[in-house]
């Protein structure tokens, strides 16, 4: 008969929570809390956790460790909140918590942000490796130069034979060098990536 209230104590156990703990945590749990209410009675007072731990035959890291496991709650993302903080329209303005993380980040800013970092990076590592002329041949080329800068009617990438007309090149030399340049970043490009992963990694 053991095993069939074994095996109802952990089914009870297992719908009691959103967020499951072992049962191991519950029983230990529980005497902590029996302990903490007889000490409370002989001393008059809550007792401080070291006092907690050493009744209850824990460290006070398992004691922290399991008090923290059990303190877990869920929150609905569609629970109204009240917000007294923000202005509104007469009254308390509520909103819900998916109104509150949602409203941290702007899609958009986020990703013209994450865009302006990545090309400054870029262009920063071409200046590294390259000469002025042949940086600013690729900005053009590939639409990295910012257009407040370009002459009228320009705009965006540019083909090769608007690069040439810029810098008055034939567009055979202006292809050569293009594609010199781009031979010499390749190798730096690659090992810039590399450490760029092992960082997502680490």
């Known amino acids: 008969m053991y095993w069939i209230r074994a095996a109802v104590k952990r089914s009870q156990i297992s719908q009691s929570r959103v967020i499951q703990v072992p049962q191991r945590l519950h029983e230990t749990h529980k005497r902590v809390l029996k302990v903490q209410k007889e000490l409370k009675g002989e001393l008059g007072r809550p007792p401080t956790s070291e006092e907690l731990a050493l009744a209850s035959d824990l460290s006070q890291l398992q004691l922290g460790r399991c008090l923290k496991a059990m303190a877990q709650q869920c ?13 509104g ?4 303005r509520k909103d819900t918590m998916y109104d509150i993380v949602s409203g941290k980040f702007e899609d958009d800013q ?48 540019l083909t090769i034979a608007e690069v ?9 030399k202006v292809r ?5 340049c781009l031979t010499k970043l390749r190798p730096i ?4 990536w590399d450490d760029y992963e092992s960082k997502l990694i680490l």
């Open 75 to 87: 929150f609905s993302l569609d629970a109204t909140l009240k917000n007294r903080l923000k202005p």
């Open 89 to 92: 329209t007469g009254g308390d």
């Open 110 to 157: 986020y990703r013209r942000t994450q865009q302006r970092l990545m090309k400054d990076s870029l262009i920063s590592s071409i200046r590294s490796v390259l000469s002025p002329h042949e940086v600013d041949l690729l900005l053009l080329r590939y639409g990295l130069m910012d257009e407040r800068t370009l002459p009228h009617g320009f705009a965006g990438p």
């Open 164 to 172: 040439s007309r810029l810098v008055g090149l034939k567009p055979d």
């Open 176 to 180: 050569r060098m293009i594609n010199k």
């Open 189 to 192: 490009m690659q090992s810039s």
